[in-house]
Nanobody, 120 residues
Framework: QVQLVESGGGSVQTGGSLRLSCVAS????????MGWFRQAAGKEREFVAR??????????YYADSVKGRFTISRDNAKSTLYLQMNSLKPEDTAVYYC???????????WGQGTQVTVSS
């Protein structure tokens, strides 16, 4: 059974910080590519950040809207993916999902999501 379980969401004021965690079970954490996505109410899901892990080295990629404010990382020993979010803005309000790329080369595995609400 493959599972991704997010936690760490909550409500903060503008300028605040949150750290999201995503614990993986099963084979997902061997995935070379994992990422964070978000979906605001009434909008389509959008990419936030991605981390790849090849040859023992990780490389990251961010959406322009979060670059410089968010940091994605992973702890392979703990099978956990993180998203550190700083300088939060009201437009960051959304349900945040972690995802892992499967053998299809697509994001086949998804968590249930965690709500982040930023008030002005």
């Amino acid at each position: 059974q493959v599972q991704l379980v997010e936690s760490g969401g909550g409500s903060v004021q503008t300028g605040g910080s949150l750290r999201l965690s995503c614990v993986a079970s099963g084979r997902t954490f061997s995935s070379r590519f994992m990422g964070w996505f978000r979906q605001a109410a009434g909008k389509e899901r959008e990419f936030v950040a991605r981390i790849s892990w090849i040859g023992g080295f990780g490389s990251t990629y961010y959406a322009d809207s979060v670059k410089g404010r968010f940091t994605i990382s992973r702890d392979n020993a703990k099978s956990t993916l993180y998203l550190q979010m700083n300088s939060l803005k009201p437009e960051d309000t959304a349900v945040y999902y972690c995802a892992a790329v499967g053998t299809t080369g697509k994001y086949d595995y998804w968590g249930q999501g965690t709500q982040v609400t930023v008030s002005s």
